[in-house]
Structure formats: C-alpha cells, structure tokens
C-alpha cells in the first residue's frame, strides 16, 4: 500500500508494513516525510551487488545487476529501473553456474529509518532473458519480485543495503 495524502491542511501516515509505522502524523507542518530518513531521498545507481542464499542445504552465491536505478521519493515511493542498464545476475554452486539479463520496472511503498527499510506492496515485471544454468540456454520467463526488508547505511553520495542479512548492494546517487 502506497502512502497517501489528503488535502493541505492533513498528512496521513500509513503502516508500511505490519513492523514498520510513520511516526509522525499530525497537521501539514510537520516536517515528517513518508519515507522516514531523508538521506535515502534521489536517484541512486546501483554499482555493486554479492551475497549468498541457502536453499535445501545448497549455499549459492550471487552477483551483478550493476547498471540497476532505483529512485526513492519523499512520498515513501519506490522504482527500481531495469529496462536502460545491463544488469546480469550470476549465480553460482556446488560446481554449477547460472546467469540471466533482467528487464523491467518494478514499484514499491518504501520507509527507512535508524538504519532499517521495509518496502511494501509490489507492482511491475521483471523480464528474464539469456538465462543460462552451466551454459545451456533456458527459457525466458516473467515475474514480480516481492517486497523486501533489511538495514541500511546512507550519506549525500552513497548508500549501501543490506537485504535479508547476506547481501549487500551498493549504490552511489546520481540525482
């Protein structure tokens, strides 16, 4: 659910998420925005992403979508622009290897604040392309990424996230 806003005289917080809750609610004079830290506010390229997952016992390590722009806006909103970068995921275990291209816009209700972020909701696609698992290659395929939490560190010019405590992704803001 997206932030939303009534005429000039209120501002009405929203639960982003069952964990995460606006803090400030009151008249249009407070001076509270909807995403929380105003640090995380611009457009932000994404420069570098690692990490690892296990799944059924097996550890996979991740990499790539450099070239990825995710915009947050004082409102509390997200987009996360696939469609004009080269970003290639690769992923890697026990011996076998898998890459795909990603394309696509994804949105998304954002708050950070004290070093955590939640989004919420979820619209868009993501389309898969060049999928190759040990080099045979796969069929594209389409799919939404569902909304996400995790902490965050931010300055005028960097900003660095860490989702669901084992991977981190670097950005630098370009706007």
Not at 22 to 29: L, P
Not at 162 to 167: E, I, Q, S
Request: with cysteine; glycine share 12%; charged share 15%.
């Amino acid at each position: 659910m997206l932030p939303r806003f009534a005429p000039k005289r209120f501002l009405y917080c929203e639960v982003v998420a069952a964990s995460v809750i606006a803090a400030a609610c009151g008249s249009s004079t407070s001076t509270a925005l909807a995403i929380g830290d105003p640090c995380l506010v611009g457009r932000w390229d994404l420069t570098s992403s690692s990490g690892t997952a296990t799944s059924n016992g097996v550890t996979i390590n991740f990499s790539g979508e450099e070239g990825v722009v995710m915009t947050l806006t004082a409102a509390g909103a997200e987009t996360d622009d696939y469609s004009n970068a080269s970003p290639t995921i690769s992923r890697s275990s026990d011996g076998h290897t898998e890459s795909s291209t990603l394309r696509g816009t994804m949105q998304y209700g954002f708050h950070g604040a004290a070093g955590k972020w939640v989004q919420s909701g979820g619209s868009g696609q993501i389309t898969e392309t060049n999928h190759l698992v040990d080099g045979v290659k796969q069929p594209d395929s389409n799919a939404s990424a569902p909304a996400g939490s995790g902490t965050y560190s931010c300055s005028s010019s960097a900003l660095t996230v860490l989702v669901g405590g084992n991977w981190t992704v670097n950005f630098t803001k370009t706007g």
